[in-house]
């Protein structure tokens, strides 16, 4: 073995700088370093404890007064509905008419998570609007590299958030119209994180303002700054009843395991819904409330507040690192201490190392196969989606034929109705979910409708 794969502070930690360096604990001391994680742990222990955090929307609304900034408000238009955070703060979630913010690895990656999102609306009947002219955050880069900085990321949140502010106006529909709803789990964090530190820093607000300003991103040359910053999954939990009421597959049956995303529930963590009706408020409620609504058996687990092992630097620098935390931290547990049929997510990091991981421990005889998938996968299924054309579960590496059997799902019929499909497609008969054109607003490509568009 040569020294760079040697633990000796120089190989394996080289992408991590020089002061990563291994510990060389003794098995207590290690028992010891993460006992507490095994020990009962819920949100009053690890954050109503502590300092209470400050309502940045109070520093927000004094700011419009102020007139240096506006706000793009949650409308009635936009149906929301109240959810309590932390602290028992009021976040108003919108429901319909929504701009979706979607996710760079979760359509590289995952796709069947977006079109279940798309899916489950279409079901319901909501307005949307998933249009092209949106960027990444960038945030990966931010965390995975150190290469990014605050001022990038705070030009690209705005200028997102902007876009979707002023979409509408392709359909002839005021401005504000669409609310934007964001897909991943980082960019909700980085988006939370960034938005504070605008709010905070007067210098950071006015060089983003001349960034924007050269774009012509600026409401009557003033920042536009969103009321609330909502993530996809706590959309889900707002509408999990009228989910259910849709549902079509029982799966009471269904020992299901949660994996809470890092980036949704522990950065800006004053901002994140719990409910006393999941989990007695003492965790986050999103997935677990969706779940629990569906009739699913939801299992605790002792390392439930685990990252997944992804953490940006470790996928990068020290891979192993994330494929062996990610097995063992996580699958393993799972599936022999929760005899669990799936584990459920909320975030495309955490969704990708968990499911696409777990192959590699076969080269270590470690073979824990656990299905891996996103809760609003998982809620489409119940709804009647079809597992390959729709949740496209065979993107996944993890094995999921045995779930959709314990499901009721005949999968074998489903993945000969796909092959179908796909022969269709070969000869260009393509399914949408939405009219294509609906996805551009403006462009060459973009053709104005006859009318208004109202629904999806």
Same mark, same amino acid.
């Given at each position: ?73 949650? $409308?009635?238009?936009?149906?929301? +509905?109240?959810?309590? @955070?932390?602290? !028992?703060?009021? #976040?108003? *979630?919108? &429901?319909?008419? %929504? ?76 401005? $504000?119209?669409?609310?934007?709803? +964001?897909?991943?789990? @980082?960019?909700? !964090?980085?988006? #939370?994180? *960034?938005? &504070?530190?605008? %709010? ?86 999103? @997935? ?169």
């Amino acid at each position: 073995m040569t020294s760079g794969n040697q633990n000796d502070g120089k190989g394996a930690y080289n992408g991590f700088g020089a002061d990563w360096a291994p510990t060389s604990l003794t098995e207590n001391e290690k028992q010891r370093a993460t006992g507490w994680v095994e020990a009962k742990i819920d949100k009053r222990f690890l954050l109503t404890g502590k300092e209470r955090k400050e309502d940045v929307r109070d520093i927000m609304w004094q700011l419009e007064k102020d007139g240096e900034i506006v706000v793009h408000r949650v $409308g009635e238009h936009n149906e929301p +509905v109240m959810a309590k @955070t932390l602290y !028992g703060w009021d #976040k108003k *979630i919108p &429901t319909t008419n %929504l701009w979706h913010h979607k996710s760079c690895g979760q359509c590289g990656n995952i796709p069947g998570y977006p079109t279940s999102v798309l899916w489950i609306m279409n079901q319901l009947g909501l307005s949307y609007l998933d249009e092209t002219d949106q960027t990444s955050c960038t945030a990966w880069n931010y965390h995975g590299s150190g290469i990014g900085n605050v001022v990038s990321l705070a030009a690209v949140f705005l200028r997102n958030f902007h876009q979707a502010y002023v979409s509408a106006k392709a359909q002839g529909l005021p401005e $504000g119209t669409y609310y934007p709803l +964001v897909h991943c789990g @980082t960019s909700f !964090g980085n988006y #939370k994180e *960034i938005r &504070t530190f605008l %709010l905070h820093s007067a210098e950071l607000r006015e060089e983003v303002r001349k960034i924007l300003g050269k774009l012509g991103r600026l409401i009557d040359g003033k920042l536009l700054i969103p009321e609330e910053i909502v993530h996809y999954s706590e959309w889900l939990h707002v509408m999990r009843h009228r989910i259910a009421q849709r549902q079509e597959i029982d799966v009471s049956n269904i020992r299901a395991t949660v994996h809470p995303a890092c980036h949704v529930y522990k950065m800006v963590p004053e901002d994140v819904i719990y409910d006393d009706t999941v989990l007695d408020g003492n965790r986050v409620a999103v @997935t677990t409330g969706l779940l629990q609504s569906l009739g699913t058996n939801v299992i605790d687990y002792s390392t439930w507040y685990d990252c997944c092992g992804f953490g940006f630097r470790h996928i990068i620098g020290e891979r192993e690192f994330t494929r062996s935390f990610a097995i063992d931290r996580k699958i393993k547990v799972a599936v022999e201490e929760a005899r669990a049929d799936v584990m459920i997510g909320h975030d495309t990091g955490c969704i990708t190392t968990l499911d696409k991981n777990q192959w590699i421990g076969k080269a270590v005889d470690k073979v824990y196969a656990l299905p891996v998938m996103a809760d609003c996968q998982f809620a489409a299924l119940t709804m009647g989606a079809h597992p390959y054309k729709l949740a496209q579960l065979h993107w996944h590496a993890s094995p999921f034929e045995t779930l959709l059997e314990k499901m009721g799902i005949d999968w074998e019929k489903a993945k000969a109705e796909f092959e179908s499909y796909l022969e269709e497609v070969k000869q260009g008969r393509v399914e949408t979910l939405y009219d294509p054109k609906r996805a551009i607003t403006s462009g060459p490509g973009y053709v104005k409708p006859a009318k208004a568009l109202t629904g999806a």
